[in-house]
């Protein structure tokens, strides 16, 4: 005997209801509730249904599907070494920081070089390996064509589709079978299955999941590109983590010309890898030596002016740290922060102030990272306090010095992981002398006076 029960569902956030409302409590749209019959039907006995196919580990062969490399090494770092056939990349990122820029750049250099092992089996053989298929709901061929040849990029095998309806892409990737699909984006396809507007989280999660049937069926990879707001919630990227194989971010200031491009999941490689590339005319262009180009326009005794031995990913580099300290023309003193977190350098000016008794609570503090980069690891802080202490005594620090160590409460200097990484990049751009915590580890080095530190008192000691 089955019974019917009544619920509400949001068409907007697919959130369901007991009971109707004039506003979703979730989403906090108006007039999205919509009514629903479910039937509930209880099983009888122990009948829960059909028994299903068990597999022992030991009987599978696996493939070994060879990847396909891009040859813009930072992107194939930061993949594990390129697409793995089949899987699902999410390349998410603000609007106008370069996503559909790179994508395009990807569509060249892989079309040409793609070789896939004539051994392989499955629905790759016989297809047109070398052609990759650019999805567009955004803009039509004309303009992808105009930013092609402003990019100067040979695209000889690129195809187009304007579509927004993800039935008929899926379709049409099924019967083109290209090496690469590209779908850009996926906040403006829709399923006609969904009652909701496209860009809503039910149709995001539906047009991806099916993208994930295509990939996984075919073998094809698909790589999807996706606006992050502010929060990263609604419609973004954060919707879709678990659905993707792979999680990337494009991330840079808009104003500057560095991009960074970080993985925040990735279950063929590792996500400790970065990518960095520079923002030119002819597209984005790979950083091979990013310490140098972050450093190209330091000025020599600059007071508040402080070279940093910082990771990110998997990589050293050596970036500039500036702090501005100026006497405070309101009551309460101003703090500015660009490229670090603002509550740790709250935190730090705190220890100066009563570690060290600098009077800081009258003075404005204004601090930056040049080339904006986003620093979030610890090991900055003692470059940091460093550049405040600079600042604020209107001393030049050396030019040819490098630091880096976690500062604590009590003032002390804490180590951070892979420092031998940080002391190599130091060494490869000439550095003299550089600042560590103290550490059971001793490292050698030829060419630099490394200097080991406790505290804050020590680290003052030397200048």
Avoid at 425 to 436: D, R, T
């Amino acid at each position: 005997m089955s019974k019917s029960k009544t619920i509400f569902i949001c068409s907007k956030c697919d959130s369901q209801f007991p009971k109707w409302f004039g506003q979703c409590p979730e989403c906090g749209e108006w007039g999205v509730l919509e009514e629903r019959a479910i039937k509930n039907q209880k099983s009888k006995g122990k009948n829960f249904g059909e028994v299903g196919e068990v597999i022992e580990f030991e009987k599978i062969k696996t493939e070994d599907w060879p990847r396909i490399k891009t040859e813009i090494e930072e992107l194939d770092r930061v993949l594990g070494g390129g697409f793995v056939p089949g899987s699902v990349i999410l390349l998410g990122g603000e609007p106008g920081i370069g996503k559909s820029t790179l994508v395009l750049q990807i569509a060249e250099q892989i079309q040409p070089r793609t070789t896939l092992d004539s051994g392989l089996s499955g629905t790759l053989r016989g297809a047109s390996q070398n052609s990759v298929l650019y999805i567009s709901g955004e803009e039509s061929a004309e303009q992808v064509k105009m930013r092609i040849d402003r990019l100067g990029l040979k695209t000889k095998n690129l195809k187009f589709l304007g579509e927004t309806n993800i039935e008929t892409i899926c379709a049409t990737i099924e019967k083109e079978k290209p090496v690469l699909a590209i779908i850009d984006s996926i906040q403006t396809m829709f399923s006609p299955l969904i009652n909701s507007e496209a860009g809503s989280i039910s149709q995001v999660r539906t047009s991806t999941a099916k993208l994930l049937e295509v990939a996984k069926k075919n073998k094809i990879s698909i790589l999807i590109t996706a606006h992050v707001t502010k929060e990263g919630i609604i419609a973004g990227p954060k919707t879709l983590e678990h659905l993707v194989d792979t999680v990337c971010y494009l991330e840079g200031d808009p104003y500057h010309q560095f991009r960074l491009l970080r993985a925040a999941k990735n279950r063929f490689g590792s996500t400790n890898e970065v990518g960095v590339f520079e923002m030119r005319e002819e597209g984005l262009v790979e950083v091979k030596n990013p310490s140098v180009a972050f450093l190209s326009q330091r000025e020599e005794k600059n007071p508040g002016s402080v070279i940093a031995a910082i990771l990110a990913g998997g990589r050293s580099f050596l970036v500039e740290v500036q702090a501005l300290v100026a006497k405070t023309s309101f009551g309460y003193p101003q703090r500015r922060t660009i490229g670090l977190d603002f509550n740790r350098t709250q935190l730090l000016i705190a220890v100066l102030s009563r570690r060290l008794g600098l009077p800081l609570g009258n003075y404005d503090i204004h601090l930056n990272v040049v080339g904006g980069l986003k620093v979030e690891e610890p090991a900055v802080d003692l470059a940091v306090c460093l550049a405040i202490i600079s600042a604020y005594k209107n001393k030049a620090i050396d030019s040819d010095l490098a630091v880096f160590g976690e500062v604590g409460l009590g003032g002390e200097i804490r180590q951070v992981f892979q420092e031998e990484k940080r002391i190599r990049e130091a060494e490869k751009l000439e550095f003299k002398k550089i600042i560590k915590p103290v550490s059971k580890l001793k490292i050698k080095s030829q060419k630099l006076k490394i200097i080991e530190v406790r505290n804050l008192s020590e680290v003052l000691d030397l200048f």
